[in-house]
């Protein structure tokens, strides 16, 4: 289930979503989606992700960084989780510290922030209903954003340079530079601070979730979609997508059309 945020937050906000787990996954390949999630436990349910070979059970609020290395998911069944998936150029209007602390790790919010995270999670379980959870959730991130107001500019700048990016497939970064008028230096330090990893990475990221679209939804080959991403050839297509993965894209594409919808959205596909 998907609700969009309010008006105000959609810039920031792509989606509230819950997640219920119908049957226990264990170390199943957990994908990179591009954004950064705040994930809310909201069942007495269990699971753990395991990041490079790092195992980090979920608590009652987590942050899930950017993740560009290998990623597992073990959780039992009937486990329900709320997760506000926010835009990449939008999360230091939400998190005091720079996002790149936050990569390739499933942070448990109460080591941030634990009065203000825990005062957080026990009003949004003592909700009954979905909408007032959400609407508790919604007023956080507004506290959030007002106390933030002063980081809109470089949001704003981060947000620019990704549109351009996007458009382009493929990152050069002198061109960029010169095109913005920022440093390559300075455009380092906004997507490093801003949205947690480096602009070479968060292009890779793209074209990964963007070759795992065309892997899942249609019947190319993988020299197809290779070209259409713009790998060098399929071979260097499934080098890069095992770096995310651990498996091949043929791997991918046989297991998440088996499993169906459900399974894809606990993987972290679909929303």
């Known amino acids: 289930m998907q609700i ?9 906000i792509k989606n509230y979503t819950i997640v219920t787990i ?5 170390n199943e390949v957990f994908y990179p989606s591009g954004y950064v999630d705040f994930i809310i436990n909201i069942s007495q349910g269990a699971a753990a992700t395991i990041i490079n070979g790092r195992k980090k059970d979920t608590p009652a609020i987590e942050l ?3 993740l560009t290395l290998p990623t597992r998911l073990t959780v039992k069944k009937e486990t329900s989780v709320l997760i506000a998936r926010i835009y990449p150029h939008a999360s230091s209007l939400f998190f005091s510290d720079p996002l790149c602390e936050f990569t390739n790790y499933a942070t448990d919010m109460y ?3 634990k009065n203000d995270n825990k005062e957080l999670y026990e009003k949004i379980m003592e909700a009954k209903e979905l909408t007032s959870k959400i609407n508790i959730l919604e007023n956080y991130f507004l506290q959030q954003l007002k106390k933030n107001e002063t980081r809109l500019k470089k949001v704003s700048t981060v ?3 990704g549109n351009i990016v996007s458009l382009n497939q493929s990152l050069d970064l002198p061109a960029l530079a010169q095109y913005s008028g920022l440093s390559e230096r300075y455009i380092q330090k906004l ?3 801003n949205i947690g990893i480096s602009p070479s990475a968060f292009t890779s990221v793209l074209r990964f979730n963007k070759s795992l679209d065309l892997v899942l939804n249609t019947s190319e080959s993988l020299t197809t979609i290779a070209y259409d991403c713009g790998y060098y050839d399929q071979a260097h ?6 770096k995310f993965t651990g498996i091949t894209p043929f791997a991918s594409r046989s297991s998440l059309i088996k499993n169906g919808t459900d399974f894809q959205q606990a993987v972290n596909i679909g929303f």
């Open 4 to 12: 969009l945020p309010s008006v105000r937050l959609a810039p920031y």
């Open 22 to 26: 119908e049957n226990d996954l264990n």
């Open 64 to 66: 899930l960084g950017h």
């Open 111 to 113: 080591d941030v922030s």
């Open 159 to 161: 947000k620019a340079i």
């Open 191 to 193: 997507y490093l601070s």
């Open 237 to 242: 297509f499934i080098k890069e997508f095992k």
